[in-house]
C-alpha cells in the first residue's frame, strides 16, 4: 500500500470526525478545539496533494491567528453560557440535517459523474507543476506575481480596509454627550449636598 | 500519487455539509462562525486537489487567496460579533430579532 494512501485513511476519520464532534459540541471553546484538530488534517491533506507551501500557511494562518481568534472572543465574551435546544421553529433541525445530507449526495453524484473513481494525480507533480524551479514556494511565487500579480495588490488593499474596520467596528466610540444630558448632570451636581 | 482525487474531493464536499448542517442548526454566533470556516476550509481542500489533478499551480493559488480572504472576513465577522453582544448581553442568534417581522 503506497504512503499516501495509508496517509489518507488515517487522517480521513479524524478530519471528518472533528468536524462532526465540533457539530454536536454545545460548548464553544470545545467546538473550537475540535475545529483547530480539522485544520491540522486539512494541512496534513495539502501536504499528501503536492502543496507544502499551503501546509505551512494553513498551520500558521488558521490554527495559528484564526482560532486564537476565535478562542480570545469566546473567552471575552464567557463561556458559561450553552445553547439551548429548544427550537425556535419548529422542524428547522431535522429539516436542515435533511439538507445537509441532501448536499453531500449531490454533490457525491457530481463527483461521480464529473472526475470518476479512476483518475488518480500524477506521479510527476513536482517536475511539471514547479517547471524546474527549487520548490513549491518558488514555483507559487512565480505563477502569484507574473500571473496574479493584480488580485494580489487588491487582497492588501482588502486586508488593510479589514483591519482599519475592525478598529472602527471594535473600539468603544466616545460618545457626544446631548445638551439634555449636560443639564441634568449641572442640575446634579447643584442639588447634591457638598460634603 | 496511488489515492484517486475523487477520495480528496468526496472527502472535501462531506466537510462542507456538515459546515452547511452547522450553520443551520447551531445557535451561537461564534460556531456558526466556525462552521463557516470549516466550508471555506473544504472548498480550499477541493481547489488544492483539482490542481494536482490538472498539473497546474493555478488551484493553489485560488486557495491561498481565500485563505486571505478568509482572514479578513473572520477578523470583521468576529468584531461585529463583539458588537452585538455589547448591546444585547448574547451572542445567541435567536436574541437577535428586532427585524422579525
Known sequence: ?195 | MRTPIAYFLILSAALFAIGTVGVLVRRNALVIFMSVELQLNAVNVALVAFSRMHNELDGQVLAFFSMVVAAAEVVVGLAIILNVYRRRHSAIVDDVSLLRG
Request: glycine share 6%; charged share 15%.
Open chain 1, 1 to 195: 500500500m503506497p504512503l499516501d494512501n495509508v496517509v489518507f485513511w488515517v487522517f480521513a476519520p479524524i478530519s471528518i470526525g472533528s468536524a462532526i464532534g465540533m457539530l454536536f459540541q454545545r460548548n464553544a471553546v470545545h467546538a473550537a478545539l475540535f475545529l483547530i484538530v480539522n485544520f491540522f488534517t486539512i494541512a496534513i491533506f495539502f501536504l499528501i496533494l503536492g502543496a507544502p507551501f499551503l501546509f505551512a500557511v494553513q498551520i500558521i494562518v488558521y490554527a495559528g491567528a484564526i482560532l486564537v481568534l476565535f478562542l480570545f472572543v469566546i473567552m471575552l465574551l464567557g463561556v458559561d453560557r450553552e445553547e439551548t435546544l429548544i427550537e425556535q421553529l419548529r422542524g428547522q433541525r431535522p429539516l436542515a440535517i435533511v439538507l445537509g445530507l441532501g448536499i453531500a449526495v449531490e454533490l457525491f453524484f457530481a463527483i461521480r459523474a464529473g472526475v470518476g473513481f479512476a483518475t488518480r494525480g500524477p506521479e510527476n507533480f513536482d517536475e511539471v507543476a514547479n517547471r524546474g524551479l527549487v520548490g513549491n514556494a518558488e514555483a507559487l511565487s512565480r505563477v502569484l506575481f507574473r500571473n496574479y500579480f493584480f488580485p494580489f495588490e487588491v487582497t492588501s488593499i482588502l486586508l488593510i480596509i479589514a483591519a482599519i474596520a475592525v478598529m472602527v467596528l471594535a473600539s468603544r466610540r466616545a460618545r457626544a454627550i446631548t445638551r439634555a444630558e449636560q443639564a441634568a448632570a449641572v442640575d446634579r451636581r447643584e442639588t447634591e449636598p457638598v460634603a
